[in-house]
């Protein structure tokens, strides 16, 4: 294990780089059927400068020393929480289909604060967990004050009606509370809690919720309003099969499968170039998530350790989210396939992760060996 980790930061850029190249080529594909013909290729356009951005801030983030991290993590989260309520602001927010998760900026133009908000709180509780839960396995300071902290950006969020980021946040928590040593039987006995409180609320809070979770369990009753991207999405794997019908020859991104260039790209590479790309986009998120626990292996330092396994995280399980509702086989929550869906945030603010871990990996023998706990170093195996 320890002679592989070597090349874990080669196979996480190489993983980042081809997720990012399909992205950008599916994208060629999709946006021209998303746009007036008066701006075609604007998305396209738009993901290329967000990428370059993406990739500078990346190199700057990687540079910073962990240091600085650990030591202005309060005030990043201070300042996520801020934009997260601006987007319940007039005069900043902005609102799309009835969810207000964005905020106007300057020169960016729209933004979505629940990105640099699932930094900065994985941050946090990284710090937390070595700063101020010495005992990890402590009731109060190791998981009732931690969920605390979580709660607010995590609630904020969850107010904007973006489930789907409040699910990948707080599993994200979980993992690295789980690894720093937080018990597991708490950690599983809030999950349950949890998941049978979020089922009760969407049952008697009204709206499409509900809606969307019966279309889940019965596409073929629903396949002409709430399970409509469901359903569209797997036709449109079915009539790519093995070898795809080829890139750009693809029928669902014109009009009958919406958001074929943002939530369900994934479909339409099914659908263009077969099933062999989507398990290579697939592999490729499983290779993030080993390189990113290697990286976690490798680091001295134990902020260094959780910081890498809540980003790694952060990346990995909405992409899963991502598939598994493009295959049907979890409700549409909305979220973007990360690195390859249409989104300046989401590229930008990933990118920026992926440059935090390479810096972690680069910096790890530089940095004098901690004390470590038996529990992490089990539990980071487990992983």
Known sequence: MPSFSRYSVILLLLSVAFLVGMGLVMLGSTSPWAEPDSMRYSHLKKQTVFLILGVVTAIIAGWIPLRF??????????????????????????????????????LLGRFQPSEPSKIATTMVLAWWMVHIAKNPEGFFKGYLLPFIVLGIPAGLIFLETDMGTTAVMIGSAFLLLYVAGTRG???AATAIVGVVGLILFVQYSG??????????????????????????????????????????NGAEKHGYLPFAHTDFIFPIIGEELGLRATLAVILAFVMIAISGILIAQRSKSKFGCLVAIGLTANIVIPGAMNIAVATAMLPNTGLPLPLVSYGGTNLLFTLLSVGIIVGIYFRSPEEKKEYVSTIRERRIMRV
């Open 207 to 248: 709206g499409n919720r509900a809606e969307r979770l019966l279309a889940f369990r019965d596409l073929e009753a629903s396949k002409l309003d709430y399970g409509l991207q469901q359903w569209r999405s797997l036709l449109a794997f079915a009539n790519g099969g093995v070898q795809g019908v080829g890139l750009g």
């Open 185 to 187: 039987w708490l950690l």
């Open 69 to 106: 991290y650990e030591k202005w993590t309060w005030a990043f989260v201070v300042v996520s929480v801020i934009m997260l309520v601006l987007c319940f602001v007039p005069g900043f927010r902005y609102e799309v289909n009835g969810s207000s998760r964005w905020i106007l900026v300057p």
